[in-house]
């Protein structure tokens, strides 16, 4: 039996291959940080979710080494039963003090923190209106709840009121908003202030995806409520610690207490996962202390971006508009996703790392390499990266 579905799956793998569409995984031989090695070559790192450069700050590291021989390598359990340790309430409360919110609640992955709030707070009489470019994960979770299901178009407010509209129409009892606070494709912002005002006109709640903000954007590195002054106006909050807070793994909700207590008792990824490693816990709370201690690392992120958005434009690059470190390089067309995949190819041989995204991870015809600016990245390293750009252009076309 078996033999036929072998077939069958080899075949729709050649289909993506032939359509260079294949992703491969490129294997680091190295730490996590601006600069890495791989098997075929060393490379400024500007793939990753490494925000900060916080991957592999000693000090980090150090309070992970700490903690490892302190609480041990894991918990082996859930929360409920025996996987709650000092170290887990205290990171539970750091995290909703930054953020300005009454509690949090932590899960193995921001993945999982977004399948796990839907259904317990959302049924069959409530609405959940959606931007039609959130995260899979929150598109997943949606999927768990059998709330009723709108979408609005990326950040279009009139849309977003059309549905809203809709789903009063419809007697929702309960409705929210959702979204990602920045579009990770895109780099783009999600347009809180105006969400909040339409949310309250209609009585909705405000959710927020948060993933690749906290740490580096607003002021203070409380993420896009901050950036758009609506801190106390959204009303759950979900976030990783897999990115500027460390880059190891975890996620969490932060919001409202009972909203807390009550996934604590209901939400089956949190009820049904093991506990966040210790060390990740304790690394995770020093990468806080080192953002709310001091904002240079921001700012060196911030003038990388613009630096590189700068030359790249110079350049002749077309690039999505924006101030995010994610910085899409794009490449439309029918052929766009092979010269993508073609391009990123010949800079890591020229010792610059970069991730080429194609369909279905970005619609067809808008495919992109996706650079991502690091406050651990050198004006040179920037530079460096154009000027790969610059001479892959020429060698592929």
Not at 36 to 41: D, N, P, R, S, Y
Not at 200 to 227: M, Y
Not at 298 to 318: D, K
Not at 331 to 338: I, Q, T, V
Request: net charge negative.
């Amino acid at each position: 039996m078996y033999g036929t579905v072998k077939d069958e799956l080899a075949a729709t793998l050649q289909e993506i291959k032939d359509a260079g569409l294949y992703k491969n995984e490129r294997e680091l031989t190295s730490p996590q940080s601006a600069h890495v090695t791989t098997l075929k070559a060393e490379a400024i790192n500007f793939c990753a979710n490494n925000y900060l450069g916080l991957a592999d700050d000693p000090s980090i590291i150090e309070a992970a080494k700490g903690a490892l021989d302190a609480w041990g390598f894991g918990m082996a359990s859930v929360r409920f039963i025996c996987g709650t340790q000092t170290l887990h309430t205290q990171l539970e409360r750091r995290i909703a003090d930054f953020l300005g919110m009454e509690a949090t609640i932590l899960y193995s992955s921001c993945f999982d923190a977004n399948g796990g709030v839907f259904e317990v707070l959302f049924g069959a009489e409530d609405a959940i209106i959606s931007d039609e470019l959130n995260h899979a994960s929150i598109i997943d979770g949606i999927r768990l709840s059998k709330a009723m299901r709108y979408r609005y178009r990326n950040a279009d407010m009139a849309d977003l009121r059309a549905q809203l509209e809709a789903a009063a129409a419809a007697g929702a009892k309960r409705t929210v908003v959702v979204t990602d606070g920045v579009f990770s494709m895109d780099g783009s912002y999600a347009p809180l202030d105006a969400i909040c005002d339409l949310a309250e006109e209609f009585g909705a709640l405000v959710f927020v995806d948060d993933s690749h903000a906290v740490g580096f954007i607003g002021d203070g590195g409380r993420g896009t409520p901050e950036l758009f002054g609506v801190q106390d106006r959204v009303d759950i909050i979900t976030g990783t610690l897999g990115k500027a807070l460390g880059g190891a793994s975890g996620g969490y909700v932060a919001s409202h207490q009972e909203v807390v207590d009550l996934l604590r008792q209901r939400s089956r990824p949190y009820l049904f996962s093991n506990s966040v490693a210790p060390p990740v816990v304790a690394g995770s709370m020093r990468a806080l202390e080192l953002i709310e201690s001091s904002g240079e690392k921001r700012q060196i992120l911030r003038r990388n971006t613009e630096l590189f958005h700068r030359l790249m434009t110079e350049a002749g690059f077309e690039l999505l508009p924006g101030s995010h470190p994610i910085r899409p390089v794009m490449f439309p067309g029918e052929d766009g996703a092979r010269r993508a995949t073609d391009i990123a190819d010949h800079m890591l041989g020229n010792g610059v790392y970069v991730i080429a995204f194609s369909f279905p991870v970005v619609p067809r015809g808008k495919a992109r390499i996706r650079v991502q600016l690091s406050a651990a990245h050198s004006e040179d390293d920037v530079r460096a990266c154009v000027d790969a750009f610059v001479a892959a252009r020429d060698a592929v076309g």
